[in-house]
């Protein structure tokens, strides 16, 4: 069974700092995995989608890696800001089964002026 | 031009009750999702639709019945609710099965 855990769980940085958010999953299986945002009382924004094909994806200032054989995938954004505080998650989506996204609980993440 | 959207964004009902959400894309996505987020922010799938047909049922209860009458809506019918079912719901949407999805912004269900 596919299970997904984000380690920390929550994160305070001062702005600027560059950050490596990370995810691990269990079974190396996946046929994708996408990283989100999710604002407080807000839905999920979609940042990165690598394929398992690939190693990483970049979108401005966020970089996200994907090495599957260890069952980890690291979200690092450079130079942060407060407007980078949210919720980021991290999903897989498994082989054979690929309409389905597993979640891991998230990393919180302040970043303050 | 809001691209998934739910309705409404907040029900509070007493338990028994039956009640519905419902979801609209305008993405011309084929494929539509339900999620549960917990109070603890876990948010994990309910089911999946694509073009009109159901191809995911994760081991929700059946008094959770979804309803999708074309591909740009996906309804969801709760019946005799329970405290338990409290919750966020989010839908989603994607152009394919594989694709990037695109969340609405959740319905927060309370029941009391």
């Known amino acids: 069974k596919q299970e997904v855990t984000q380690i920390p769980a929550a994160l305070s940085v001062p702005e600027g700092e560059n950050l490596v958010l990370n995810c691990s999953f269990t079974?190396?299986?996946?046929?994708?995995l996408q990283w989100f945002r999710q604002d407080p009382g807000k839905g999920l924004t979609s940042l990165l989608l690598i394929q398992s094909s690939q190693r990483e994806q970049t979108s401005g200032r966020l970089n996200a890696s994907l090495d599957k054989s260890s069952g980890r995938s690291t979200l690092y954004i450079a130079a942060s800001q407060p407007g980078d505080s949210a919720t980021y998650l991290c999903a897989v989506r498994p082989n054979g089964n690929t309409g389905k996204l597993i979640f891991g609980q998230g990393t919180t993440l302040q970043v303050k002026p | 031009d809001t691209a998934v959207s739910q309705t409404p964004k907040y029900l509070v009902t007493q338990m028994g009750n039956d009640k519905s959400i419902k979801c609209e894309q305008n993405?011309?996505?084929?494929?539509m999702y339900w999620y549960k987020q917990d109070s603890k922010k876990f948010l994990k799938i309910m089911f999946s639709y694509n073009n009109k047909e159901l191809i995911i049922n994760e081991t929700v209860p059946n008094r959770f019945s979804p309803k999708s009458p074309d591909k740009a809506h996906l309804n969801l019918h709760i019946n005799s609710l329970e405290l338990g079912d409290s919750a966020v719901y989010f839908c989603?949407?994607?152009?394919?099965?594989?694709?990037?999805?695109?969340f609405g912004p959740g319905t927060r269900l309370t029941v009391l």
């Open positions: 079974d190396s299986a996946i046929y994708n």
């Open positions: 993405l011309g996505h084929d494929t």
């Open positions: 989603a949407s994607s152009q394919t099965e594989v694709a990037t999805q695109y």
